[in-house]
C-alpha cells in the first residue's frame, strides 16, 4: 500500500535550517510528484511547492522562493524540503503528499513533521 | 494567484443534517476541486477529486458540486465521525487551498 513517511519533529533556533524528509513506498518514486504543505498551529493549510522526482524539477510558491530548496535522491527514494533562515512564524507541520495529475488533487500524505523555532 | 475563498469558517451542526459548504475560486478552475477532510493531529484525506468524483472508500454521504468559480461540498446525514476541518483546493500547476471550514457539533 502506498505510504509516505517522513523525519521526525525538530526544534530549531531562530535563523537556523532545517532539512525534512519524505519517504514514500509502494509505488514508483519517479512516477509522482511530490508537493509539500505547511500548517501553522491552528491555521489552515499552506502549499510550499512541488517537486518532480524524476527531473528534480520545482515550482515553488512566491512567498517561499528563495528561501525553500525542494530536492530529491533517486536512489534512496527520498524527497527532502530544506527551509532556511527560520523565525517564528515557521513553526508549524510540514507535510509531503503525493500529486496524482489524474485526480488534479493529492491522493496520499505523510504523517506531518513538527518543525518548532524558538529561541 | 487564483485565490480560494470557503464559508461558512465555522459550522454547526447535529448528527443526521444535510450541511454544505462552499468554495469560490477568484477565476475559473475548469472543475480543477478537490476536498479535503482534517482532523486534529492528522494529516488531510482526500474526499473528491475534480470537483464531484468522490475518491475510493470515501462514503456516499459526500458529494460534491460546482463548476467554474463556485463549488459545494454537501454531507448528507452528518455522522459523528465527520465533526472535523473541511478544505477546498485548486489545482492548476500549483495549489491553493480555501481557509478550512470547522464543522463542529451544535
Known amino acids: 500500500q502506498v505510504q509516505l513517511v517522513q523525519s521526525g519533529a525538530e526544534v530549531k533556533r531562530p535563523g537556523a535550517s532545517v532539512k525534512v524528509s519524505c519517504k514514500p513506498s509502494g509505488y514508483r518514486f519517479t512516477d509522482y510528484y511530490i508537493h509539500w504543505v505547511r500548517q501553522a498551529p491552528g491555521q489552515g493549510l499552506e502549499w510550499m511547492g512541488w517537486?518532480?522526482?524524476?527531473?528534480?524539477?520545482?515550482n515553488y510558491a512566491q512567498k517561499f522562493q528563495g528561501r525553500v530548496t525542494m530536492t530529491r535522491d533517486t536512489s534512496l527514494t527520498t524527497a527532502y524540503m530544506e527551509v532556511t533562515s527560520l523565525t517564528s512564524d515557521d513553526t508549524a507541520v510540514y507535510y509531503c503528499a503525493r500529486d496524482s495529475t489524474i485526480l488534479a488533487a493529492s491522493d496520499y500524505w505523510g504523517q506531518g513533521t513538527l518543525v518548532t523555532v524558538s529561541s | 494567484d487564483i485565490q480560494m475563498t470557503q464559508s461558512p469558517s465555522t459550522l454547526s451542526a447535529s448528527v443526521g443534517d444535510t450541511v454544505t459548504i462552499t468554495c469560490r475560486a477568484s477565476q475559473s478552475i475548469n472543475g480543477w476541486l478537490a476536498w479535503y477532510q482534517q482532523k486534529q493531529g492528522r494529516a488531510p484525506k482526500l474526499l473528491i477529486y475534480r470537483a464531484s468524483s468522490l475518491q475510493t472508500g470515501v462514503p456516499s454521504r459526500f458529494n460534491g458540486g460546482g463548476s467554474g468559480t463556485e463549488f459545494t461540498l454537501t454531507i448528507t446525514s452528518l455522522q459523528p465521525d465527520d465533526f472535523a476541518t473541511y478544505y477546498c483546493?485548486?489545482?492548476?500547476?500549483?495549489?491553493?487551498f480555501g481557509q478550512g471550514t470547522k464543522v463542529e457539533i451544535k
Open positions: 483546493q485548486q489545482y492548476n500547476g500549483y495549489l491553493t
Open positions: 517537486i518532480n522526482p524524476d527531473s528534480g524539477g520545482t
